[in-house]
């Protein structure tokens, strides 16, 4: 996989040197081995800090709404999942596809340092990553999981594969997932109505409207948030007990309702480990069962499913999965 | 399921679509079918008017049940609102059944203009519904920390 | 600074006698805001009015709420009443304190709670108001009448005479309707054909009015002074311009079995027709199912025969597309079908007749010319029984709850006719109460028995049953306690009358309300009787409500009038409640668009100022309010709160909700 790295800077170094784009977004390297973050390269030498590896989680779509704006063209680097959210993204009028240059990479799979953690990791020094399995060397040790060990919870259920492009870096097959992307919202399903709330009333209490899964979020594009907007009738800052603090998470699900990617950043990035994924993967699996499968980003024509009806509906009164 | 109290008057509001079910509330008062005071109602365009988060405010400021009603599908006022809003409410609906709300706080009806007595009846229907789960705390409760 | 005016209406007794309205006037007077708070007897009247006027006027208000009836009755009055005094009429709100409070609660301590807290919600949402006002639309000087019966021919020809085009739409191959089908009409006993078909030569011959019948509308697009409608010109096989209506096809058709819908099916026609002598247009149609051409290929006679070649076996059903600015519902009644009432033997005994084919059988055009006779053997009946208010007030459900309100009167007319012609024929008619208001009706009835000798026996009818040749009617005579059985030769059933089965189709259609029998509703069932409540929709004659000639002419004639009022209009001052993107919030992501009934939201580039000078074109939407009919779908699909709709705004629903849930 270091192979991928080199390929892409490569690439990164050839477009930005013959004039095709004027610059490249991607990832750079951190001070932990593990922290990379997202970032825009302007020459050559810039380009000393780019790296892609096991740790290049991020969905680099939401930044080409600002960059896909500037003057020349941006190099995008688009994992399988980005391909879906850069989709949605044009469909949704917010980046301007003209101005983009989209290179798909090969994912196998990112890496959840939070897991990486719970198994005493706390520096990397290097990856060594195959399709199946992941050897981490850390402090001159090496450590070797299997994938579905240490890799992010959106990763191991990822079905997704590269959608648009203008030239594609790959060279294996994408591996398929091993578990049930809708196996936990299931579980849910099945609980008790009590077992439920008494679920959900942990995990959203642990919620330090921190902003991080709305700022992540590609769906979350708004130019202003109804939520930062005192005239919406939905933001109340200044009260304790305010709508805002209790609903924040429902009324965001439901915003992105039929336009979320399930991306699965929104769980990656909460810093309380709240996984937000469950309430976004509710909708998805409602929609796919009540008004058939549809995956938001496949391509960027398609009406959304909340912008659409059939005379046949399922009535609300019908709809409920699971248990009471 | 918590103990109810004795007198304990449920708080239940009702959206209502001008041209149907506004209307059907009208007939059912001209043909004087009554129906518990606890219900109030607020006038709507169209069901598809009707945003979750008002459905999500009402809850959170205490009402204990929310009905939202609209002309039958075909019947829409504007040829197509009610199909939008039946899609947004089944899955607000579900949501709020995931989150482990009690389902049965919250309900669709198409009454038309000319269904009074129906629009009396699923009142009556709802209230005593909504008198028997009690107090809604649990929407009240699902927060972020203060 | 604020400064509310509340008012609160005792309507009578009402609200008052349910609700506390001085109580009501005083809570809501201490709410922030609120400069002024009175009550009234009938707010609704002048004098409560002008309380309103003189308020606004003296307190400097900036809106009002007023504690009253339903908004859909006297909303609209109460802006009126704003507006002269010189407040923006939708600084007005309603709290509904009748339909929705006085009329269904009885305690009045909880109904004047609940008034209080409807006036509440009201004001904060009064405090969110904004000035409207309404944009305007052209409108399309074109009328649509839907239904070519003697309330559509009406309707029409005035619309007509007031220099508007008009289309007439009418599903059988001719106009006339069921008027054409009677033989004479009470009270006059002038005969239908001789004061009908006139008008239905004006229709054919006025250049304003174009008649298309064998032809359905399909679909209604649009709205008051701008619907785009589909009609659907159905194949007749002829060709209309060239048909001369000669008849010689009919002549030559050999397959000749087809019910005669005309005449009820008491006999048959060919396969090629034309409905009747005085049909309009006079032009031959093809039944397709009946045509051994069109069903097997093999004939071809009636093409062969036709001096001007009019017949086209390849003939298509053909869409046509046409723009009005009104449309009037015409669509007319049907006899009920009988089959829930067995007991009268109307599908077993070929000489138990309904009353509209009896006015076949004793139509000189009729298929025996007008001599009556049993449709049985032919033989001239000496003995009728007529059954009255079958299936007509009947609250079993095999019936219809309502009166129809014409049998009463039509069969006085049978029975008096008969006697006239035939006196030696008995007459007995059995009903539940004989119903005659109307200018000489009920002199009309008298003169049927006192001077023709009908026999009147009040009472309903158990069975009846064949003996010997004979129909035996069973029943009750309540007036002399008896038990009564008529050995009779003919059976007369007054069948209840329904609206036409298509009615709630085009309802539908023209998102027009209809009652639980059909029947479409008035905007108001007194005071707006000949609208729908949606605007630009118009009721004419029985689609609306049971009625006779006189009374469908009048009120054809009525909403002929509302149509021309309407169309004599240059503009139409469009709904002020419109939705609105604000366009520092949209982000163009067009979702909004795709929920948009009306196609009332596009997309522009726009250019704005970043600050330092900078600028920036951003993609936002953008709603015509001329188009827009303030659904609010595009509210709740937009995700970032750009799309508003104003009079409903989040922020005043919100408030409403707020208000609501204060406990």
Redesign the interface.
């Known amino acids: 996989m270091q192979k991928l790295n080199e390929l892409a800077l490569e690439k990164a170094k050839t477009l930005l040197a013959n004039g095709t784009v004027a610059r490249v977004l991607g990832w750079k390297k951190g001070e932990l081995g593990y922290d990379l973050e997202p970032a825009v390269f302007y020459s050559e030498s810039d380009l000393e800090g780019f790296i892609y590896n096991a740790f290049s989680g991020a969905n680099l779509s939401k930044y080409l709404i600002e960059e896909s704006k500037k003057e020349g063209k941006v190099l995008v680097f688009l994992k399988p999942c980005d391909s879906y959210s850069f989709n949605q993204l044009v469909k949704e009028h917010r980046i301007v596809k003209e101005n983009v240059y989209t290179v798909g990479i090969e994912c196998q799979g990112k890496l959840d340092v939070k897991k990486l953690k719970e198994k005493g990791i706390e520096i990397v020094d290097g990856v060594i990553e195959n399709v199946d399995d992941v050897t981490v060397i850390s402090l001159g040790k090496e450590y070797n999981f299997v994938k579905e060990e240490v890799l992010l919870g959106k990763c191991s259920v990822c079905e997704k594969h590269l959608l648009s492009y203008d030239e594609v870096i790959s060279l294996h097959d994408k591996r398929t997932p091993k578990l049930d992307r809708f196996e936990i919202v299931k579980k849910l399903e099945a609980m008790t109505a009590d077992e439920r709330y008494a679920f959900w009333k942990g995990e959203l209490s642990k919620c330090i409207r921190c902003n991080a899964c709305r700022n992540v979020c590609p769906a979350c594009n708004c130019l202003k948030c109804v939520f930062d907007n005192d005239a919406s009738g939905i933001a109340s800052k200044a009260n304790s007990d305010s709508f805002e603090e209790k609903l924040f998470h429902i009324i965001r699900a439901f915003h992105v309702a039929g336009r979320c990617t399930d991306c699965g950043e929104c769980s990656r990035v909460c810093p309380q480990a709240i996984p937000l994924h469950l309430l976004n993967r509710k909708f998805i699996s409602d929609i796919n069962r009540l008004y058939g499968e549809f995956q938001a980003g496949e391509d960027d024509v398609t009406k959304g499913p909340l912008t659409a009806y059939t005379t046949g509906d399922a009535e609300p009164s019908e709809v409920f999965g699971g248990n009471k | 399921m918590q103990e109810i109290k004795k007198d304990y008057k449920p ?1 239940i ?1 009702a959206f209502c679509c ?3 079910s ?2 059907g ?2 007939l ?3 043909s ?4 518990p ?1 606890e219900v ?7 069901s ?7 459905i ?3 809850f ?4 204990d049940g929310v009905i939202i009603c609209g002309c039958h ?9 009610n ?2 809003a ?18 049965e706080r ?3 009806e198409w009454v ?4 009074g007595a129906k629009f ?1 009846a699923v009142m009556n229907d709802f209230a005593k519904t909504v008198t028997e789960l009690g107090e809604n705390k ?9 | 600074m604020q400064r509310i005016g509340v008012f609160v209406c005792w309507c009578g007794s009402n609200i008052a006698s349910t609700v506390d309205v001085k109580k009501v006037a005083e809570v809501l007077k201490a709410e922030p805001g609120v400069v002024i708070s009175e009550n009234y007897q009938y707010m609704c009247s002048e004098n409560g009015q002008a309380l309103i006027r003189n308020a606004i006027k003296e307190h400097s208000l900036t809106g009002i709420v007023v504690c009253s009836c339903s908004p859909r009755m006297h909303e609209a009055t109460f802006r009126r009443t704003a507006e002269s005094a010189g407040l923006n009429p939708y600084m007005v709100e309603i709290a509904n304190i009748r339909e929705q409070c006085s009329w269904i609660h009885k305690d009045m301590e909880e109904a004047t709670e609940k008034a209080i807290i409807l006036g509440r919600s009201a004001i904060a949402k009064l405090k969110l108001n904004a000035p409207l006002t309404s944009g305007e639309s052209a409108v399309v000087k074109r009328a649509l009448v839907i239904g070519g019966g003697i309330a559509g021919i009406q309707s029409a020809l005035d619309i007509a005479e007031a220099g508007f085009e008009v289309d007439i739409v009418e599903t059988s191959p001719t106009i006339g309707g069921n008027m054409a089908k009677l033989d004479k009409t009470f009270p006059t006993l002038d005969c239908a054909a001789c004061i009908l078909t006139p008008k239905m030569v004006d229709c054919a011959q006025n250049e304003k009015i174009d008649i298309l019948t064998y032809s359905e509308v399909e679909s209604v697009k649009g709205f008051v002074g701008n619907f785009k409608v589909q009609i659907r010109k159905k194949a007749r096989f002829v060709d209309e311009k060239k048909c001369t209506g000669c008849g010689e096809c009919m002549q030559k058709c050999p397959s000749k079995k087809g019910l005669n819908d005309f005449n009820m099916g008491l006999n048959t026609r060919p396969a090629i027709y034309i409905p009747f002598a005085q049909a309009i247009p006079n032009v031959a149609v093809i039944d397709p199912e009946q045509c051994l051409k069109l069903k097997n290929g093999k004939c071809g006679l009636c093409a062969m025969k036709c001096n001007v070649n009019a017949i086209d076996y390849t003939q298509k059903d053909e869409i046509i597309e046409r723009e009005y600015g009104a449309i009037v519902v015409a669509t007319g009644y049907k006899p009920i079908s009988l089959e829930n009432f067995n007991e009268y033997g109307y599908s077993q005994y070929k000489d138990v007749v309904t009353s509209l084919e009896l006015e076949r059988l004793m139509n000189a055009a009729g298929p025996s010319e007008g001599h009556l006779v049993r449709p049985s053997d032919h033989k001239e009946p000496k003995v009728i029984t007529f059954i009255q208010c079958v299936g007509s007030r009947d609250t079993s459900g095999c019936g219809k709850p309502y009166c129809s309100k014409i049998c009463c009167m039509y069969t006085a007319k049978h029975a008096m006719l008969i006697r006239e012609k035939y006196p030696d024929t008995e007459v007995h008619v059995f009903y539940i109460d004989v119903r005659t208001p109307g200018k000489n009706y009920d002199e009309f009835f008298r003169r049927a028995v006192e001077q023709y000798g009908v026999d009147y026996v009040k009472g309903m009818v158990g069975k009846v049953y064949e003996e010997n040749g004979k129909l035996m009617v069973q029943g009750a005579d309540l007036i002399n306690n008896e038990q009564v059985v008529i050995p009779s030769d003919l059976v007369v059933l007054a069948a209840a009358i329904e609206p036409s089965p298509t009615v709630r189709k085009i309802a539908t259609m023209v998102t027009a309300s209809i009652d639980t029998n059909n029947f479409l509703t008035e905007a108001h069932a007194k005071l707006r009787p000949v609208e729908s409540p949606t605007a630009g929709i118009f009721l004419s004659g029985v689609c609306q409500g049971p009625k006779d000639i006189p009374e469908t002419v009048s009120q054809a004639s009525a909403c002929a009038a509302k149509v021309i009022g309407l169309l004599a209009k240059d503009k139409l001052k469009c709904n002020a409640s419109v939705a609105h993107s604000d366009e520092t919030l949209c982000s163009g992501c067009s979702v909004c668009a795709n929920v948009c009934p009306y196609g009332a939201i596009t997309y522009v580039d726009k250019e704005f100022r970043l600050g330092g000078g900078k600028t920036e074109l951003r993609r936002v939407a953008s709603v015509n309010p001329a188009v827009c009919q303030g659904c609010g779908a595009c509210t709740v699909t937009c995700p970032s709160g750009a799309m508003d709709l104003k009079g409903f705004t989040t922020g005043q629903i919100m408030a409403e909700v707020d208000a609501i849930c204060k406990r």
């Open positions: 708080l509001v001008n041209w149907c506004y209307a509330a009208d059912a008062g001209s004087r079918l009554s129906y005071a109030k109602i607020i006038r709507v365009p169209c598809c008017r009707v945003n979750p988060t008002f999500l405010k009402a959170q400021r205490g009402a599908p075909g019947d829409c006022h504007y040829t197509s609102g199909y939008f039946r899609r947004r409410m089944s899955l607000l609906f579900s949501m709020l059944d995931y989150l482990g709300i009690e389902r919250t309900r669709v038309s203009a000319a269904e009396s649990r929407l009240e409760d699902l927060r972020c920390k203060n």
